[in-house]
């Protein structure tokens, strides 16, 4: 599944009863996906299992906010991010994403866990969807991608943490 997807700009909605689920392995590529998972995204399980988690990521969406998601989760901590996600099919939809590690019986990380909730509309329309474009002008005022992507990180952690909060303590802030 390498078909690049065109974003449609017309925005779907869940259920707010509803929890997407996925889980990955190291690599990121989808070990397990729930009913939810399938149907807002647009494929069938067999279609996602083994295929990367990026395949759902929008264009949209800024390089900084998965940098700070995998450094976290590789260092074995949870993260809590809003993401804008793209369905098969063009169309976007936003979660409120909590991600987590996975351990084995040895206590060594083995893959990584996602829930998914509806999020706080007001939220992303007011402040999350300004501000994932600013990072992304950041990332692409950049000739060189490593340096935009860190430059767009930086201004990423200096905004969460611009009143000594902690990431976490920003985002449900928010």
């Not at 998601?69 to 901590?77: P, S």
């Not at 994403?97 to 909730?117: K, M």
């Not at 201004?155 to 611009?162: D, E, F, Q, V, Y």
Request: charged share 25%; glycine share 4%; hydrophobic share 40%.
């Amino acid at each position: 599944m390498t078909k690049a997807i065109i974003p449609t700009q017309r925005e779907i909605f869940f259920d707010p009863d509803s929890l997407i689920v996925s889980k990955t392995d190291l690599k990121g590529r989808l070990t397990y996906t729930n009913r939810a998972f399938c149907e807002i995204a647009g494929y069938t399980e067999i279609e996602l299992l083994g295929q990367p988690h990026s395949l759902i990521r929008h264009p949209d969406m800024p390089r900084a906010v998965f940098k700070l998601l995998w450094d976290a989760i590789q260092d074995g901590r949870e993260v809590f991010a809003y993401v804008k996600n793209i369905a098969r099919n063009g169309d976007h939809y936003w979660v409120f994403a909590h991600v987590t590690p996975s351990y084995d019986r040895n206590l060594q990380v083995c893959g990584f866990h996602s829930n998914r909730r509806v999020p706080k509309r007001d939220v992303v329309e007011r402040i999350i969807t300004p501000f994932y474009a600013e990072l992304s002008r950041i990332e692409s005022s950049f000739r060189n991608a490593k340096e935009g992507l860190a430059a767009s990180h930086g201004h990423l952690m200096k905004t969460a943490t611009a009143n000594k909060a902690s990431y976490d303590e920003f985002v449900f802030s928010l």
